[in-house]
């Protein structure tokens, strides 16, 4: 088995053993298990379906069913583009393609090197200096495609 497996393995073992086993119990320990991982693997779903005695495709379709699930890990930075009103009116669908194609990535997805993952929002509060995207914790304002692919370059330098 290999070490990344294994150390899944037993963290899933930590979560589930809170747990009675009712079906009921699907959504919290999903939550737990993505709190943990920081998305939901696979063969951990699969695990929860076999521990709960309720078929896989129950446990694929709950957790797809709701936006908070994911289903790839995190990237180490985190962007997230805007698409509330006041950015989507200045651009932010463009936002959105440069950072497609900067990293070749899709909304929802994490780069292969595990660096970016790229996620749209529908508000981040600052709606004056639209558009705006947020780097991890830092918000970046009125931004153009240039500007972002240069924020993601520079960003990218900082390892
Ligand atoms: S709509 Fe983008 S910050 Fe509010």
Redesign the pocket.
């Known amino acids: 088995m290999k070490e990344e497996t294994k150390i899944v393995n037993s963290q899933l073992d930590g979560i589930l053993e809170r747990y009675s086993g009712h079906a009921m119990e699907l959504i919290p320990i999903l939550q737990q298990i993505q709190g943990v991982l920081g998305y939901l693997p696979e063969a951990a779903m699969q695990r929860v379906a076999r521990f709960l005695k309720i078929p896989e495709s129950s446990v694929f379709g709950v957790a797809t069913f709701y936006e908070q699930f994911r289903f790839t890990p995190m990237g180490r930075k985190k962007i997230t583009v805007?698409?509330?009103?006041?950015?989507?009116v200045r651009g932010?669908q463009q936002l959105i393609e440069t950072v497609e194609k900067t990293l070749g990535i899709e909304e929802g997805e994490t780069t292969e090197d595990q660096e970016y993952t790229l996620e749209t929002a529908?508000?981040?509060?600052?709606?004056a200096?639209?558009?705006?995207v947020m780097i991890n914790d830092e918000v970046e304002a009125k931004l153009t495609p240039k500007k972002l692919k240069g924020f993601i370059e520079r960003k990218g330098d900082e390892k």
């Open positions: 805007c698409r509330g009103t006041a950015c989507h932010a529908a508000c981040i509060g600052c709606c200096l639209a558009p705006c």
